[in-house]
């Protein structure tokens, strides 16, 4: 009788995980270091490396990868009739209204941070390693800032981006939209661009220059975590359950860490490291808590 029951679930987690079409289908943007397209590190992108991390623990389970521009991403998640699904996605009510998302976190990451010249921060007496108001940046010292079109950076910064005046806003739509913004950078068509550390360093190695710099924002928490979103429709519900038991196993896993702290420079790869050490033991705590109530 146990061998027929033991059976009997094996068969409807297979046949559970194959309703969703036999495929799961990633939405993909050229956006380094998280997709990596072209020159010698493609492949090497810190969420396609981690879709194929998600599909160890979902074999039999296919998928594939579907590039749309930047700009197009959310959109296409949020209305299109496919199972898309998108790696790393901050929760907003926004997207909320259309997408489905992960109970847990898909991604550990540094918070976002600005990207300036040198000169910038000399002429202005910044110290880049204190976190600055990018309010007084704009408003007070008259910075331009650019933004990658149709991304959210979080709540409080989209809002807070959102009160800063339109004609001192560059928003760059497209392909690769990271990087034509940090070229406007180096030519002082824009004198702000915000990101994340892992992005201003890739590209930073990515265009071989050091006239660059970066400094972190004030009033962000250390880190941001990203979850998985899918159509909010039948087959995206059936791949966030799926996703999210295959999350809970993965993010204590050292293939994990490794990814997430991939495109670092080592000072903030040691700042990352502690707080992923931190999570893991917090989670492991969780289990045994649950298993001592059981």
Known sequence: MKLIL??????????YAHNINHVISWITIDFPP????????????????LISLLHTQLHPLAYQLQGFPASRAIHELSHSDMGYCMVSLYKTAQRAKHITYTKHY???????????????????????HQPASLVDLVLKHHLTLGIAQSRSYGEKLDQLIARLPPDQIVIRPGWDTLQSLTNMLLKKRVDLVLGYPSEHYYLSKRLGTDNLTQMPLAGMPLVTKGYIGCTNNAQGKQAVSLLDTALAKLTKTQDYKRIMLKWLPDHLKRQLSKHLIS?????????????DRN
């Open 6 to 15: 033991l059976l009997l679930t094996c068969l409807t987690s297979f046949c």
């Open 34 to 49: 998280y997709y990596i397209y072209a020159d010698r590190d493609a492949g090497e992108g810190r969420d396609e490396q």
């Open 106 to 128: 898909s991604t550990v990451g540094l918070s976002p941070g600005l990207a300036l010249r040198k000169e910038t921060a000399h002429s202005l007496g910044l110290d880049v």
């Open 279 to 291: 999570e893991t033991n917090l989670l492991r705590n969780e289990v045994h808590i649950t298993k």
